[in-house]
């Protein structure tokens, strides 16, 4: 199974050497020197990494044979892809590769139908759970322990406590003016 690992960013300095935006948890593993990535698209590779190094908090490439900046920008937004056994599971627990997650049926813990999860968005914060609802319409799920309680990869679900206003249109909004009596455009609703 092939899984994207990173995203090549801009080059950095004069010798080859390119930011990457990590995909994967695993970076130490997927992007150490001597690995062998697959790219998309296609022509730009196989990818020898060469070199790796972390600096000013962003990780920095280098490829067999790229040995200046001009080849260095030739790569830039082209995806790294990883082969890794399907049947292999992250090192630590409670960790998921994103193909587990995927196509995972999303209920509520009283078991009301949420949706399934048709894509995983990485931010830099945490990560998001696209969930497609059975309209059609989909919802955005932080991937974090107080709202997913539980991922069943056995029964192919994944169990939410959603905070109010999360996949549903009963949030509750707090109002420094709830009981004065102030109408919306700030009139006191009082006719003259």
């Not at 999303?106 to 759970?129: A, K, M, N, W, Y």
């Amino acid at each position: 199974m092939q899984l994207v690992v990173a995203r090549i960013g801009r080059a950095h300095g004069i010798k080859g050497e390119v930011t990457v935006e990590v995909r994967t948890d695993e970076p130490e593993l997927r992007l150490a020197p001597g690995a062998v990535l697959a790219t998309d698209p296609a022509s730009a590779g196989p990818l020898t990494i060469e070199t790796g190094r972390v600096h000013s908090g962003r990780l920095l490439l280098r490829f067999e044979g790229v040995r200046d900046r001009t080849a260095a920008e030739a790569l830039r937004n082209i995806l790294l892809i990883a082969e890794i056994d399907p049947e292999a599971l992250p090192e630590e627990e409670d960790e998921y590769y994103d193909h587990q997650l995927m196509d995972l049926d999303v209920v509520t813990e009283d078991g009301t139908e949420v949706g399934r999860i048709t894509e995983i968005s990485h931010l830099p914060s945490q990560d998001l759970f696209i969930v497609e609802r059975p309209d059609g319409s989909e919802v955005m799920i932080p991937f974090v322990e107080e709202i997913v309680t539980e991922i069943d990869l056995e029964e192919q679900r994944a169990v939410i406590s959603p905070p109010p206003g999360l996949i549903d249109d009963r949030a509750e909004i707090a109002s420094s003016r709830d009981e004065t009596g102030d109408g919306a455009d700030g009139s006191s609703g009082d006719e003259a």
